[in-house]
Every structure is written in C-alpha cells, then in structure tokens.
Nanobody, 117 residues
Framework: QVQLVDSGGGLVQAGGSLRLSCAASLSIFSINHMGWYRQAPGKQRDLVASITTSGGITNYADSVKGRFAISRDNAKNTVYLQMNSLKPEDTAVYYC??????????WGQGTQVTVSS
C-alpha cells in the first residue's frame, strides 16, 4: 500500500507560479513512475506530467510543455511539479499518482489550483 500526500496548490494570478509536491509513504524505488493528473469541473481527469523514478524520464501534456517542469528527490521519496506562466485554463484539482512496478495505481487526495485572469 502506498500513501501519497500532495500539497502546494492555491490561488494565483495568471502568469504566476506554483510548486506542487507529492510525498510517497514508501521508497520511491518501489514505484515505476509518478506524476499528476488534473480534473477541471465537468471534465475528465487528464495527465499533466509524469516522471520515471529510475532514469528520470519525463512526459508532459502538450498544453503544459515549456511551462511546467516535473522533478524528483529520491532521498525524500518526493516529486515536484513547478508550474510557471499559469493560465486560467490550468485551474483544476491536481491529483498526484504513483504506479508501482507491480502495476498498482495509487492517488493522492488532490490539491486545488486556481488561476485568476
């Protein structure tokens, strides 16, 4: 069982920045990859960014490329999402996820990101 605690959301003006954190309850080396999905009201949950814990291979949604950066700190079992140049359309609940090598999928509780115009 993996517990994920995601944090760092908030209210920011367009063009501003936020950094999300996601801390895992077990060694990050038990996890294949981690990242965030987001879900806006009335919309489906979409992948924002992910990173492999071994090798640090990253993947981004086209809508956030060049603005968001995902990174990991293996010593702290934590991944981060630096979000710059935020837009109102980035407003959503952001959910951290982790997929283990056994293909189990876990979710954080979600953190609200609101970008005002």
């Amino acid at each position: 069982q993996v517990q994920l605690v995601d944090s760092g959301g908030g209210l920011v003006q367009a063009g501003g920045s936020l950094r999300l954190s996601c801390a895992a309850s077990l060694s990050i080396f038990s996890i294949n990859h981690m990242g965030w999905y987001r879900q806006a009201p009335g919309k489906q949950r979409d992948l924002v960014a992910s990173i492999t814990t071994s090798g640090g291979i990253t993947n981004y949604a086209d809508s956030v490329k060049g603005r968001f950066a995902i990174s990991r700190d293996n010593a702290k079992n934590t991944v981060y999402l630096q979000m710059n140049s935020l837009k109102p359309e980035d407003t959503a609940v952001y959910y951290c996820f982790a997929r283990t090598y056994g293909a189990n999928l876990y979710w954080g509780q979600g953190t609200q990101v609101t970008v005002s115009s």
